[in-house]
């Protein structure tokens, strides 16, 4: 028996120093290196700005520093700091989308260090390697870390406060410590919105840790650490968050990513575990492959963090808990994008809890443990590769414009789709649009006012139809509903197409 099962042992034991190699600091740098190559190359792509980036682009490129306090045009919502320092980018370099991008890519590679030194300090060294290469080739972290919006400052904010708290745990409440979580929770609201719900959940860690140590002479530094914050959340709500919070269009918008609070049918109590789910695909970015797996890991990270580091579960755990009650509060939508910043806990979660199933396993095997791994990872590493060489490109509206304003002849209309406009409006200027175009109007519930509209057009001549941002639900295209109709009512010339964005030339008898 010892003889036949030789071979197996010899190859558990190339598995062991495999992994051992893999988890050594300069494999966990050199992965830190691919991240800063991943985000810089969404980065350098340059790809056109979105219809959502081009109306805060708008806001921050028609406003000056003071007018950034006011209200937003366009239904957009941003933290103050995060317009001002985006003016401030604007004003250094230019307008142009690298200016506009270039805080985001700073928060995004500096989300990967802070990243790696927060869990290298609550994870053992398998633990970490695996968060890390998570973290890294996490699509939507690369992707935003590229996006005119601010959320890649609030993943950054989140790792500043969590990084920030854990010190003060680990130093055992020095008052010097103490004084800089204040000081980063109270900078913090001004840069992102959720970094309350973080900070909240970080002092309320800290009081325990107090309460726990009999450690009555810092609470005095440990309020006013709180007051500070709750200032200066006081002032930046006053100037911005309570006309965000109050704006119906933005509401209305959100409304199913409110949490039932409280759920009175079946379908309310069905939104807990399909948001749940929804959360490993975004932000966290695995396919359904990996859903089952990335679910336990969840599951026994939760109960391991629970049983054996409760700070650092209650760390991780009540800035979810917080979130989801704004939701309930109609304050913060759960869902997608606005949830980024809780990627880096669940993260966190998950390397705890997949550490713990693939030490459990592989008493049995090595290679059982290593498989575990391979399967929650391989296919987000498999699409950051893929990335690196076809970057994110979701609505490409500037190469169309570029190919209508070099074909356009002198009488052309152009007719612009009602949500390409502020994409429009923002490179207008670049390609020499005047103001003699015709902006779309917005009729998804009833075709036929769009029908109407194109009627109008007969007899004008040679006709140019921009899109991007195009509607798609409920088996609507409306690209295609549009297309199809002009086919019955003028004569195709030219047709032009890009990722997301498409270009017609149309001739109305």
Known sequence: ??????????????????????????????????GVLLRTAQFLYNR???????????????RSYSELLKPLDYVQAAPV??????????????????????????????????????????????????????????????????????????????????????????????????????????????????????????IIVLLLCVIEEKNWNVLFWLISAGLISLISFIVNYQLSLEAISKNRTLVDFWQPSFMPLPPTNLNDLKWFPYVFLRIFKFPIGLSVYELLLAVLSFVFGFAVLFYKKTKIFLLLILPIL???????????????????FLTPVMILIIAEGIEYI??????????????????????????????????RAPEE???????????????????????????????????????????????????????????????????WFLFSHIYADKGADEEKLFVSYLNTMA?????AKAPGAAAYLYHFP
Not at 50 to 57: D, F, S, V
Not at 361 to 385: D, E, N, T
Not at 429 to 447: C, L, M, S
């Open 48 to 62: 056109s700005l979105t219809e959502g980036e081009a109306a805060l682009a708008l806001n921050i490129v028609q």
């Open 81 to 202: 700091g995060f317009l001002i320092i985006q003016r401030w980018a604007l004003n250094m370099f230019g307008n142009s989308e690298y200016s506009l991008r270039i805080i985001p890519l700073i928060a995004g590679i500096a989300s990967l260090f802070l990243f790696y030194r927060l869990a290298k300090q609550i994870l053992n060294e398998k633990g970490l390697t695996f968060s890390l290469i998570l973290f890294t080739v996490c699509d939507h972290l690369i992707y935003f870390s590229s996006e005119v919006k601010q959320y890649s400052t609030d993943v950054f904010f989140t790792l500043i406060i969590l990084l920030s708290a854990y010190l003060v745990i680990k130093k055992h409440l020095n008052i010097k410590y103490i004084i800089s979580f204040g000081i980063v929770g109270g900078l913090s609201y001004w840069f992102s919105h959720p970094a309350l719900f973080i900070f909240s959940g970080a």
């Open 491 to 495: 004569l195709q010339l030219d047709a």
């Open 358 to 391: 693939r030490k459990t396993s592989s008493q049995g095997s090595p290679l059982i443990g290593f498989a575990l791994v391979f399967i929650l990872l391989i296919h987000p590493v498999c699409l950051a590769g893929y990335r690196l060489f076809k970057p």
């Open 1 to 34: 028996m010892e003889l036949r099962n030789e071979p197996f042992a010899s190859f558990d034991t190339k598995i062991s120093r495999l992994s051992s190699s893999l988890y050594s600091t300069t494999c966990n740098w050199l992965i830190l290196a691919i």
């Open 397 to 463: 509206l500037r190469p169309m414009m570029e190919y209508v304003a070099e074909h356009y002849r002198t009488g052309d209309i152009v007719y612009v789709y009602y949500a390409s406009i502020n994409a429009f409006r923002y490179y207008a200027h670049r390609f020499d649009y005047t103001d003699n175009y015709i902006q779309g109007i917005e009729a998804r519930d009833n075709w036929s006012a769009y029908y109407k509209e194109i009627e109008q057009l007969k007899g004008k001549g040679r006709v």
């Open 322 to 340: 917080f979130t989801l009650l704004a939701s309930g509060l109609q304050k913060y939508p759960f869902e997608g994008r606005l949830l980024l």
